[in-house]
C-alpha cells in the first residue's frame, strides 16, 4: 500500500496528484504565483474547461468576483483554520455561472502554494436527498412487504367464500353479486403482487444498453399513444454499455414515460404532447455517497402540466398519485427498480417542463 502524498513537499505540475483524480470534489492547486498547478478531473468538470487549459492561467479568472478570491486566499495563506466554506461563481466559457462552496488550505508553511477544494452546492444537495430517498424507499419497502402478507391471507379467504356462497346460490341476479366480490379479491390480489414484485423475481444481471432500453420505451409507448405525441431522441452516441438487469431498467423506464404521457393527456388531445429521452455520460458523480468515475445519465423530459406542489415530497411512496385513474405505483416501481440496480433517480418539475433523471453506474 503506497504512502499518502506528501503536498507540502509536492513543488511543481509534474508531481503525482493522481490520487486526486479519484475525488468527487474539485481540487485546484495554487502556486505561489497564483496560477494554477494542478486541477484534478473533477475541477475539470466543474469549470468545463481541460486540464491543459486550466494549468498556468491565473487564478481570479476562474471567479466572477475576484475580490471575495482574494479574500478566501489571503485567509488560506495567514493559516485561518476556522474559516466556513466560501460560496462562489465560477467562470465557464460559453454556459452560465456556477455557484459553488469553496475552501482553501495552505500546503506549506509560508502559505505560497494553497489548495483549492470547490464543491457544487447542487451536488451537496443531490447527497442530502439521495439519502433522503433511500431512508425512505427501504421503510417503504419494509411497510409495503408487511401490508402485503396482511392482505394477502384474508383475501384469499374471502374470494373462497364467495366462490363456496356462488355455488349455493340458485338465482343467477344473486350469482352477479359473489362475482364482483371474486372480481375485485382478483383486482386486489393483482394490486399487492405488484407491490412485491421487486422484491420477489431474482436480478438477472447482464450487460445491456441504455439505447437499446429507450427505444423498447418507445416503441412500447408510441404504440399505446399513437397519436398527438411526440417522443424524441437526444442519445450520445459515445455512451458505454452497463450492467445490470434490463427488464427491470425497462420496467422503470417504461413505467416513467407512460405516467408521463397519462400526464400529457390534454397536450395529446391538442397534438403538441412531447417527451425527450436524453442521454449523457455523466462523469466523476456521487450515487448513494459512492464517488462513481463514469455513469450513465438518462433523463425524461415532458412538457406537461408539472407535478403538483403537494406532492412533490411524496412523489415516490407508494399509492400517491395526481390522476384520479392511477394506482401510485408506477414512480414507486421505477425508483425500487433504479436502487436495485445500485442508481439514482431524482426529478425536477414545473408547469411546462418535468424532468426524471436516472444516474447508472458504467465503471
Do not use: W
Not at 48 to 63: A, E, N
Not at 116 to 131: A, G, H
Not at 151 to 156: A, E, F, K, S, V
Request: net charge negative; glycine share 6%.
Amino acid at each position: 500500500m503506497s504512502a499518502a502524498p506528501d503536498f507540502g513537499r509536492l513543488a511543481s505540475p509534474a508531481d503525482d496528484y493522481s490520487g486526486l483524480d479519484l475525488l468527487a470534489t474539485g481540487v485546484l492547486v495554487i502556486e505561489a504565483d497564483r496560477t494554477v498547478g494542478y486541477a484534478n478531473q473533477s475541477a475539470e468538470v466543474l469549470l468545463d474547461t481541460s486540464r491543459r487549459h486550466l494549468i498556468g492561467q491565473p487564478v481570479r479568472r476562474l471567479f466572477t468576483d475576484e475580490h471575495q478570491f482574494e479574500r478566501l486566499m489571503q485567509s488560506a495563506a495567514a493559516g485561518d483554520l476556522a474559516q466556513p466554506p466560501h460560496v462562489v461563481e465560477l467562470r465557464r466559457p460559453l454556459r452560465e455561472p456556477l455557484v459553488v462552496q469553496a475552501m482553501a488550505s495552505a500546503l506549506d508553511e509560508q502559505g505560497r502554494r494553497l489548495l483549492l477544494e470547490l464543491t457544487e452546492i447542487e451536488q451537496q444537495l443531490r447527497v442530502t436527498r439521495e439519502d433522503r430517498q433511500l431512508g425512505l424507499s427501504e421503510a417503504n419497502r419494509q411497510l409495503l412487504r408487511n401490508l402485503a402478507h396482511e392482505i394477502r391471507n384474508p383475501l384469499g379467504g374471502i374470494r373462497g367464500a364467495a366462490q363456496l356462497l356462488e355455488r349455493e346460490l340458485p338465482l343467477r341476479e344473486q350469482r352477479e353479486f359473489t362475482q364482483v366480490i371474486i372480481a375485485e379479491a382478483d383486482r386486489l390480489q393483482s394490486l399487492v403482487d405488484r407491490l412485491l414484485a421487486p422484491h420477489r423475481a431474482p436480478r438477472v444481471v447482464a450487460e445491456y444498453s441504455v439505447h437499446e432500453i429507450c427505444e423498447r420505451v418507445r416503441a412500447v409507448i408510441l404504440a399505446e399513444f399513437p397519436r398527438g405525441l411526440e417522443i424524441q431522441r437526444d442519445y450520445d452516441a459515445s455512451m458505454p454499455s452497463g450492467r445490470g438487469d434490463k427488464e427491470q431498467l425497462i420496467q422503470a423506464v417504461l413505467n416513467i414515460v407512460r405516467n408521463a404521457a397519462q400526464a400529457l393527456a390534454g397536450r395529446i388531445a391538442d397534438g403538441d404532447a412531447q417527451v425527450i429521452l436524453r442521454t449523457r455520460v455523466a462523469r466523476h458523480v456521487a450515487i448513494a455517497r459512492r464517488h462513481v468515475r463514469l455513469a450513465a445519465e438518462l433523463t425524461v423530459i415532458d412538457n406537461g402540466p408539472g407535478v403538483a406542489e403537494e406532492l412533490k415530497d411524496r412523489i415516490f411512496f407508494p399509492l400517491v398519485s395526481g390522476r384520479d385513474d392511477g394506482t401510485g405505483l408506477g414512480l414507486t416501481l421505477a425508483q425500487a427498480f433504479v436502487l436495485a440496480n445500485d442508481g439514482s433517480i431524482e426529478f425536477d418539475s414545473k408547469p411546462g417542463r418535468t424532468a426524471f433523471r436516472i444516474l447508472m453506474p458504467l465503471t
